[in-house]
């Protein structure tokens, strides 16, 4: 697996505009504001402040553990390997709070001006606080950062907290196919990240 050349790379997401942040060696900068939050995250949910790290190969096992504590069956570290075998840009993001790995988003190319978000989750006490809005900002963000246009997912039909999560924010649907493996109709989104 490919190491990220910025070595570790934060996506600091604070409850007002989004901060892209980078480590370079000891200190910490920041490099842009990318956007403002765009809904109100008020009333009486809390917003949980995450960390979001771009994971290299040291760190990816983090994002396994998760995997493997959220999905079945459980996956070995060899597996995301094989996913990410010919693709380019392949970028693991960790969220942390408090220093503890709580949620994980994977994505690489699909082609050329589409990233593709392939696979991601929060732990079950950690949902609903915003945390997967933070990761999907953060890797919006570094998709757009690397020239992408358009970010696209895709989920069961069953998997309806992430129908919800996707068109909370903003992706359209712009597809549905079988999915022989799992028996059920897949759901494609698509983002534009330009307009
Ligand atoms: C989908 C998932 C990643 C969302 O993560 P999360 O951290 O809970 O999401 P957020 O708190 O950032 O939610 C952002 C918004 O999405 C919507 N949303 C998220 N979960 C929702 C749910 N269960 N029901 C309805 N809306 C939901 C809400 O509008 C929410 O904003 P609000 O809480 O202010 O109302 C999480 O539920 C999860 O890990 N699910 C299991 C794994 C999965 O389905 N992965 C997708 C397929 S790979």
């Known amino acids: 697996m490919d190491s990220h050349p910025e070595a570790l790379k934060f996506y600091t997401v604070t409850n007002g505009p989004i901060f892209s ?6 200190n910490r900068r920041s490099i842009a504001t990318i956007a403002a939050r765009s809904t109100n995250l008020g009333g009486l949910r809390t917003v949980a402040q995450a960390d979001i790290i771009i994971a290299d ?7 396994v553990e998760l995997y493997n504590a959220i999905f079945r069956p459980k996956r070995e570290l060899e597996f995301f390997k094989r996913r990410f075998l010919g693709r380019y840009n392949s970028l693991t993001l960790i969220a942390r709070v408090d220093d503890r790995p709580v949620g994980f988003w994977v994505g690489f ?8 978000h392939w696979l991601g989750a929060v732990l079950p006490d950690f ?4 945390i997967g809005r933070q990761l999907q900002e953060a890797q919006q963000a570094w998709a ?10 895709e989920c069961m039909n069953h ?9 909370t924010l903003g992706y359209d649907i ?14 494609v989104f698509e983002r534009n990240l330009i307009e």
């Open 21 to 26: 942040t980078f480590i370079d060696g000891a």
């Open 57 to 63: 190969d040291k760190l990816r096992p983090q994002a």
């Open 109 to 116: 190319e699909l082609k050329p001006g589409m990233f593709y």
């Open 127 to 130: 949902r609903r606080k915003g």
């Open 144 to 153: 757009k950062d690397h020239g992408y246009e358009y970010v696209r997912c």
């Open 159 to 167: 998997q309806r907290e992430f129908v919800h999560f996707a068109v």
């Open 174 to 187: 712009v597809g549905i196919r079988w999915d022989s493996t799992h028996a059920d109709n897949l759901v």
